[in-house]
């Protein structure tokens, strides 16, 4: 099923650990994103990127890093985790910079770190 | 960098009600402009979005958004809510420039009393 695949969908993670959340499309988009949602707070952007080979800060980008080595893959690392970054993440995709800009989404990865 | 606000954090109606939540952007830009909405323990789902032409547009489920330029607004309409509308609703801004990214308010909450 075509889509955007996750992983893991829930970790518990001691704080100062590192921790690389996967996500994997297959829908041959260009640009992917990386959200952390929080109570009250929304959807906030972390990271983007428009294109492969390419990467962007959002609203909210400490403490996070991202790589864009090919068009499917675009991870997500905590270097090293606090418990500020506990939360639901979600990775969305769409399908070029031009185009009317609809998100797909996965169905989340939920990270605690204690 | 575009922010979107949304006024409302928690909408209690009875079903047969009539549904309004708003939205507002800050931006000069072309945008493009979406409403999504997660159903409980689910991802975000595309309900509508405004890209060019009548600034009316309707989506699934009999939900509807005007976009006023001269406002800045993107408001969410339903003329009948159903208990099963009961979710929360996201509103969302891509800016073409400089990034191309895309934006979301905070939520609002919607409970439908049967």
């Known amino acids: 099923i075509a889509g955007i695949t996750q992983a893991p969908t829930s970790q518990i993670l001691a704080a100062g650990r590192r921790m690389t959340l996967r996500c994997t499309q297959d829908?041959?988009?260009?640009?992917m994103y990386w959200y952390r949602q929080d109570l009250g707070l929304g959807l906030r952007l972390i990271h983007y990127?428009?294109?492969?080979?390419?990467?962007g800060k959002g609203e909210v980008p400490d403490g996070y890093s991202v790589s864009r080595a090919n068009t499917d893959d675009f991870p997500l690392t905590l270097a090293s985790a606090v418990p500020s970054q506990t939360s639901v993440y979600f990775c969305?995709?769409?399908?070029?910079?031009?185009?009317?800009?609809?998100?797909?989404f996965g169905e989340g990865s939920r990270l605690t770190v204690l | 960098a575009q922010s979107v606000s949304q006024h409302n954090h928690h909408v209690i109606l009875s079903e047969a009600a009539s549904l309004e939540l708003g939205c507002n952007y800050s931006?000069?830009?072309?945008?493009?402009l979406f409403w999504y909405v997660q159903y409980p323990g689910q991802h975000l789902q595309l309900l509508l979005k405004y890209f060019s032409g009548d600034p009316l547009v309707k989506g699934i489920k009999g939900f509807e958004a005007e976009f006023i330029k001269s406002k800045f607004s993107f408001n969410l309409r339903k003329p009948s809510v159903q208990w099963s509308d009961t979710a929360e609703y996201f509103c969302a801004v891509n800016a073409l420039f400089p990034n191309n990214d895309m934006r979301f308010g905070a939520g609002t909450r919607l409970t439908v009393k049967p």
């Open positions: 969305a995709s769409r399908a070029s910079v031009g185009d009317t800009g609809e998100l797909f």
């Open positions: 931006y000069g830009g072309t945008v493009n």
């Open positions: 990127s428009n294109t492969a080979g390419t990467t």
């Open positions: 829908m041959r988009h260009n640009a």
